[in-house]
Each structure stands twice: as C-alpha cells, then as structure tokens.
C-alpha cells in the first residue's frame, strides 16, 4: 500500500483496539489504489525490468487488497461494501492522469518508498486488532458450528490470517526498500532529501485533511446550506418544460444541453 | 469520410465510440484502461486511445456526440429534490457539486484532451441514445421498417421509461415516464436491500431469484408499487434513493421486509437469511417480468408496429426479457449486446449518423479494435511459452479442454457489451463438473447460486433448448436465457441453473477459432462454458499485462490468443 490512509484521528497518540469495517475498507480501498496505480506504471515504463518489477507489485497490492475485502465480507457488523469507484470518488486515484504520468521515476520512486514505510507503521500499529478479528473469526464458527472440528478449521483460519498479515508486512518492507535502493542509484542525496520530506508532509497532510470527517463535513454542509437556500427561490425556473416529441432526430434537438 | 466519436461518462461505464463513415470501428470502455470495474469519470484514458491510434483531431473529426442533455437532466433532479430541501441535503450537496464536476463541464473536459470546435458536438437526449443503440443490431428486413424502441433505466435525462417509434430515419417519442417513479431503481432498491451492490448486483438477484417463491409479491404489487400502464409508479414512503445518496430505502421497508440482508448471509443455498433473499429476489424478478410484458404489449396494440427494441439499464435482466416470448404479437425483439450505458455512446454516434445520412448503423461484428499482444511483444516473450506440442493448434486446444484444463481467449478485439463472446473468455469442457466448480467458484470467485454460460454451434442449440424465433439473434450475445429441453443431457446438467434455464451463446460465426473447436469436439463436447476474462470484480482483461496479472491471480496456466497457443512460465507462477 502506498496510497496509505491514516490510522486514527489527528491527536489520537493511540490506535484504538478493534480496527473499524470503515477503517478496513479505506486499507482495502487504499491497497487496491496502489494496485492500480502500479499496473498504470507498468505500462507506461519503457524499460522492461522496471515494467516487471512494478508487475509483481501490483500482484503484491491486489493480495493485500483480497485480505482486507476477506476480512470486510466476513464481518457482520457492517453493511460497507467495496465499491472499486470509491477509489476515484475519495481521491485515492486522480480522475483525469496516474501518479505515473504525473511525475518522473525518482518521484515515483520517492513517493512509494514513504508512503511504504509509512503503511508498515500503520500495518504494525493495527496489528493486536487483526489478532482481535481472527479471534472474532474463531467465537463467530464457536456460535454458529458448535462442534471440535469446526473449531480446528477455525483455528487455521486464524492462523492464516496472522500468516497472511506477516506476508503483507514482510511486503510493504521489501517494497518501500526497493523504491529506496532504486532511488539511490537515480537522484543525487540532496535531491533524494528533498523528495522524500516533500512526500512525507504532504502524506501527513492527507492524514490529517481524511482524519477530519468531521470538519469537512461542516463545511461541506455550510456550502450547501447556503447554495440549497439560493435554489429554492429559482424552483420554478428549474422546472423545464418537457422536451420536444416529435421529430427527435434533428439539428435543433441535438445542439443543446438541455 | 466522416468520423463520429460518441462518449457517455459522469455516471456509470464511462466509454467511447467511433465511427467512420459507414463503419462502426472501434469501441472502448473506460474501465478497460483504468482497470477500475464501472468507472464513471469522462472516459479521458478511451478518447486518448483512439485519438492516438486513428491519428484523430479536431481538424479530422466531423462530430463528437455526447448521451445525454447534461443541463436537463441535472434541472430535472434538482427540481425534484429541492422540494424536500432539509430531507434531501445530503443528495443536494451532492449534485451542487455535480454542477462543476459531472456532465455539465462535458465540452470543458473535452477541451483538456481535444482543441474542439463547440459548434460540431451534439448533445443526444438519454433515452434516445439508448433507443438508437438497439437498430445498429437489428437485423433485415426488420430494421429497415419501423420499430418500436422501449427504454428503461434508473433515469436518464430526467425520465425514466421511454417509448420511440423509430421510421424511415425519424424518431417519435410517444411515451415518457418521470422520476422518481423508475423500474430500474425499483430493481436497485431491491439489490441493495438483499445486501449486493447497486449497478453490479442486480445480475445476482436476477439469479437469486430462480431459488425463490414469490411470497412478496402482493405487497410489492398493491403496497410498494402501482401500474396504471404505461405508467409505473413507486410509493415513495418506502424508498430514499430520492434524497439520500447513501440509502435507497427507508424503515418503513424495513418494517415490512425485515431486517437488511448482508451479502456474506446469502453466500450457501441452505441458510434461512438465502431463503428470504431468494424470496425477495423472486418476488422483484416477477413483478419485473409482469411489468415488461403490460408494457411492450401496450406499445405494441397503440401503434400495430411488432419490431420490437428494448434498451437501458432494465434490458440486461436477460431473465425478464425472455419472459417477452409470451407475446405472439412480436416478430421480432433486439437487445442491443450493451443495452446499458456504455452502449449509449455508440447510440449517440448512430444520432449524428442517422442525421446526416438518413439511416442508422448496422454492427457487423460483436468485437472490436485489435488485440494488443504486439504493444509488449518483448514482455511476452519473458512472461509465455509457446504450448509444446507436436500436434496442430486446434488439437492440442481440444486435448486441453478433454483433460478439463481451462483456457484464457484473448482472441481478435474487444466485445462490445458486457458479456464476454469467446474473444475475452475463459473457457472449460462443459461436461466437466469439477472443472466447472473451480472456475466458477474458486477461479472467479463468484456466488455458488449463479450459473456460468455455455455457448453452443448452431446444429447443436437447436438439439437442447427451446429457442425464441423472433429473437434469435440476440442469443449470439447472450442477452436472453433458454429454456433447457426434456432430452437435455444428464452430463451437461452443469451448465443450466436451477431453473434448467442458461443465459446462452449461439456462435455462428464459422471463422472463430472456438468455432473450430467446438465441431471438432463434436459428439465428445458439444457445450462449452463461457466466462469473461476477468477475476470478480475487475474489468475484462484489455492489453498483455492484464492478461498476465489475471492469469496470476487466478492460477491459469493457458492463453489462446491469434498467434497461437501459450503457457505462462513456470518460473513466474511461484
């Protein structure tokens, strides 16, 4: 993951112990992003072993995504569903170009490894609360199977899930060292410090901007309270006649938005 | 030569269509290129390929038309929730915004990707985009006489159903419902209600509901829903899709259906939660089906015109559609291959098309564009080896799918709707149950109540199923479902539903390498088991990285492209 999403509130200095279907569903959200943005750079980088590099990654990043969509279609405390256009519609990716086209390969390569590393702190902060979901995951098979076997599958499950989330660790440490090995054969020292502080703010700046739902949603409500009461007075205005019926296919028709 | 570019976006399916002069040339979807499923931005990556590819630009391009009246239909939605301004914040705050965002700033979002003349783009009225995407597919004679064209959608435009009467390159429009009474949503409201997601659900509850018993179907009729055909109207106390655009219901629908249902309740046949769902499933399915056929025959005895189109959103219920057989009076019943959205872009084309020439487009294929395996050929070679075999192709294809291997088709170009026809398939012997199991369950990942496709040659088809005459065409692209004979064979039990019904494929095209495949299987293997080229969820495969990532994901070792048979290397598989 290195389109990352934050892990708690602006002044929370601790994670909270159950991680949150919301909370899960931005990490699937944010993983996928990544996915995306990785496979967009494999095939827009002309040098091939970059191009699988980036493959594999991708590969990695659709494999942690699947882990957290397993873990979000498994709770029963959520109606949240994966939407892979929540991605666009909540910034993860721009609408209009990929990170790869909007910056050169040592600011890609920055980027990724910050954002990388960042993950892996967040990825170890929450990790006691996915030791807590697959526990959840054993008490749900106690209560619906009841017997010893059902209890063994369940057993393994947990397991898998803690071998799982080891496997996606051990991932965002190799990638964020990748992007890091291969950012220090292609910039100069000065320019690497640069980069990386450059990605470090501006990712906690997004942390802090998407930690504040509830600020944003003040404003975004003043916003519309306002414009909402200048529409009510051009109500009628708006109410259009109905369109033609006859003769639809022509010139007149077809030259106006409405 | 005149070259028309059609575009639809800002809601969902976002893709574009070209045209040049008579031909229809190629056709991409936006979410193939950005690989996210149902992607509704303006569809910048599709328009940059095809200005690429085809040189194109303001100096070569005759007209852009666009699917819809953008300033209409945002006017109409806001008249409508601005009457419940404090109930309907949440969807009013949303489309303010859409005001700068959505399809309003269409001709300054063309501007950033293409210096274009204002004056060359029509703006196409939804339904009309719809109804025109139907004639390109109608065949002769019929599409030469006047036909009738039925819409239904979630809106489009500020209406929700349509009915045109397409004649001698002119269209009429004699009936129009308003929103927010829509079947469409209706059939959303229901999908969300049973825990799947709205605009790609509602092919699960179509398949649901063959597990059920109608034993909504009373309330829905007489308490949630009223018909006074043509019209269709919803009792909108139950629903809040009209000023909530994170709700489509309401309690009161609660109160009467229970609690919400979770998709991870529904996913095994035997649980009480599946058993509701099927129910509800059943009783929306029917009230659909019931709906349908009132209404194409009301159109029918209005206007004595038996050449029937049906498009929009609604038209991908393959199920309700095939219910239409009841009616004697058709002669004949086209489903464009994208009924929805997307395929509104090529109507739109067809707009400008018939304007300037006086008749519409006619398909003459199912897919478009060229396969892009040339792009990365150097790519290919490091990830595919070719299959070792002493024997030709088309055998060793054949020994394959005789073991139960399953093998990815990344053949010709790019189907146009979105059902995969064999160019974009997985495909497996379908007398191979086991083989069967895991692409569908394990491979795909989907729900174990919802069936795979077969397809069949035409010799065959004919042999176990009961087809629909007057409809028949539309079997090439899978957009209706069979009834499975009597004699149907025991080993193929697989491939039909619960309701011993498929949603099949006729492929007559004798070119087709799967074509070849299936008549030398002939007698051994006579159905095959088609799916898209895609893991659940993602878009179908577009260019050699997608192939590779999805092969990968899902643990194919097979591809069948033009070029020849190919394995993905072993190396790469760890």
């Known amino acids: 993951m290195f389109k990352n999403v934050s892990s708690g509130g602006l002044f929370k200095k601790n994670v909270s112990q159950r991680v949150k279907p919301k909370q899960i569903l931005d990490f699937a959200l944010a993983e996928f992003s990544s996915a995306i943005e990785m496979l967009q750079a494999a095939k827009l980088v002309d040098d091939e072993r970059l191009a699988i590099g ?68 967040i990825f170890l902060q929450i990790r006691p609360s996915i030791q807590l979901i697959g526990q959840d995951y054993l008490n749900d098979l106690d209560t619906i199977i009841e017997d010893e076997r059902e209890h063994m599958i369940a057993s ?79 109500r009628p205005i708006l109410k259009l006649p109905q369109s033609p019926k006859k003769n639809l296919i022509s010139q007149k028709i077809g030259k106006y938005m409405l | ?134 004639l390109p597919f109608t065949p002769k004679p019929f599409s030469d006489a006047p036909s009738l064209q039925f819409v239904l959608d979630g809106v489009g435009d500020g209406y929700t159903q349509s009915v045109f009467i397409y004649r001698d390159g002119n269209v009429d429009c004699i009936h129009r419902m308003q929103y927010p009474h829509s079947l ?49 109207k919803l009792k909108m106390k139950y629903f809040e899709f009209n000023s909530d655009p994170e709700k489509s219901f309401n309690d009161n629908l609660i109160n009467e259906l229970g609690s919400p249902l979770k998709s991870y309740e529904i996913r095994s046949p035997n649980t009480e939660a599946f058993q509701r769902a099927a129910d509800i499933a059943a009783s929306t399915q029917k009230l659909t089906e019931e709906f349908l056929i009132k209404f194409v025959k009301w159109g029918i005895e209005k206007t004595g015109i038996s050449s029937v189109g049906v498009s929009g959103g609604v038209a991908q219920n393959s199920v309700a559609l095939s219910k239409l057989q009841n009616l004697n009076e058709i002669e004949c019943l086209t489903i464009p291959p994208s009924p929805g959205d997307s395929g509104a872009a090529l109507g739109a084309t067809n707009f ?79 007398n191979n149950q086991s083989s069967i199991k895991e692409l569908n369950e394990i491979i795909k990942k989907r729900e174990q109540f919802r069936p795979l496709a077969p397809v069949m040659r035409p010799n065959i088809v004919e042999k176990y199923f009961k087809l629909w005459n007057a409809a028949r065409h539309n079997y090439q692209w899978m957009a209706l479902t069979a009834e499975a004979k009597e004699s149907f064979p025991v080993s193929y039990q697989n491939v039909l539903h619960v309701d011993k019904s498929a949603r099949i494929q006729i492929l007559s ?48 070792k097979f591809l069948l492209t033009d070029q020849g048979l190919y394995e993905i290397k072993r190396e790469t598989l760890k």
């Open chain 1, 54 to 121: 980036f493959i594999e990654h991708a590969l990695d990043e659709y494999r942690h995504t699947d882990f957290f969509l397993n873990i979000l279609s498994n709770s029963a405390n959520t109606h949240l569903r994966f939407d892979p256009r929540f991605s666009l519609s909540l910034g993860f990716i721009r609408t209009d170009k990929f990170l790869f086209e909007t910056c050169d390969i040592s600011q890609f390569a920055a980027f990724i490894s910050v954002n990388e590393a960042n993950a892996l702190k």
């Open chain 1, 156 to 234: 393994t499950q947990t397991d898998n899930i803690m071998l799982n989330f080891q496997h996606l660790l051990n991932d965002e440490q190799r990638h964020a060292h990748l992007s890091d090995k291969h950012l220090m054969k292609i910039s100069k020292p000065s320019y690497r410090i640069y980069l990386k502080n450059k990605y470090r703010f501006g990712t906690w700046f997004r942390h802090i901007w998407a930690s504040q739902t509830k600020i944003r949603w003040l404003i975004d409500l003043s916003i519309s309270f306002l414009v909402i009461n200048i529409l009510i007075f051009f």
């Open chain 2, 1 to 134: 030569m005149t070259v028309i570019l059609g575009i639809s976006g800002y809601f969902h399916d976002s893709s574009v269509c070209l045209v040049i002069d008579d031909e229809i040339v190629e056709f991409v979807k936006e979410e193939s290129l950005t690989r996210i499923k149902g992607i509704n931005s303006f569809p910048v990556r599709a328009l940059n390929y095809l200005l690429e590819q085809y040189n194109l630009n303001n100096g070569n391009i005759d007209y852009i038309a666009f699917y819809e009246q953008p300033l209409r239909a945002w006017a109409a939605t806001i008249h409508h929730s601005i009457k419940t301004p404090w109930k309907s914040r949440k969807l009013l705050s949303m489309q303010i915004k859409d005001f700068w965002n959505g399809p309003i700033s269409f001709s300054g979002d063309l501007k950033k990707v293409l210096n274009f003349d204002n004056k060359k783009i029509f703006y196409v009225p939804h339904h009309l985009s719809h109804a025109l995407s139907t």
């Open chain 2, 184 to 232: 469409g949503l209706f059939y959303s409201t229901i999908t969300d209600f049973c825990g799947f997601s709205i605009n790609e659900g509602e092919q699960k509850l179509m398949a649901l509901a063959a597990y059920g018993k109608p034993k909504y179907l009373d309330f829905f009729r007489n308490e949630l829903t009223e018909f006074n055909i043509p019209n269709f």
């Open chain 2, 352 to 430: 400008v098309h018939i304007l300037k020439t006086n008749k519409s487009l006619a398909a003459k294929k199912l897919s478009y564009g060229t396969n892009q395996l040339k792009n990365k050929m150097n790519l290919f070679k490091k990830y595919y080896d070719p299959y070792p075999s002493e024997k030709s192709t088309l055998e060793t294809i054949c020994d394959l799918l005789r073991k139960g291997e399953i093998l990815c088709c990344y053949l010709n170009g790019q189907e146009i709707g979105p059902r995969a026809l064999c160019d974009r398939s997985l495909i497996c012997a379908g």
């Open chain 2, 509 to 556: 095209d004798d070119t087709h390498l799967i074509s070849n495949v299936l008549d030398n299987l002939f007698g051994e293997i006579d159905i095959l088991i088609n799916t898209s080229f895609n893991i659940a969820g993602d878009p179908i495969v577009f260019d050699l990285i997608d192939c590779f990532v999805n092969m990968k994901r899902m643990g194919l």
